[in-house]
């Protein structure tokens, strides 16, 4: 009985991961500018309204560095939705002051 409720709250607990983080949602979008700069950050503009619920000081871009774990793969599934016209989904951070410069932070992409 007690492996059950063990196992059952780890199941939990992994299921939900991805909503403890203040993370949003910005949807499907066409990508309207990439800009890599020199291995160290890349710069993301989605068409249509951009969210900022980080509050960052600018909402034009969204922003992700060379830290961010999946920063070389991220960078290959933009460029490769901005030149086949493919939708992006794009989770960005939530969290107050999770800005890279003055952008939004990506936490996660992926192509529709």
């Excluded at 989605?46 to 034009?60: D, F, V």
């Amino acid at each position: 009985m007690m492996f059950k409720r063990t196992f059952a709250f780890l199941l939990l607990m992994i299921v939900s991961a991805q909503g403890f983080a203040e993370l949003k949602y910005t949807g499907h979008l066409n990508v309207k500018r990439y800009y890599p700069v020199a291995g160290t950050v890349t710069y993301l503009m989605m068409e249509g309204t951009l969210e900022n619920p980080a509050g960052c000081a600018s909402a034009h871009y969204y922003a992700m560095t060379s830290t961010h774990p999946e920063f070389e793969e991220y960078r290959k599934l933009i460029l490769t939705a901005k030149a086949s016209g493919q939708k992006l989904g794009v989770y960005i951070w939530a969290d107050p002051g999770r800005c890279v410069g003055s952008y939004p932070e990506i936490y996660s992409i992926f192509i529709q």
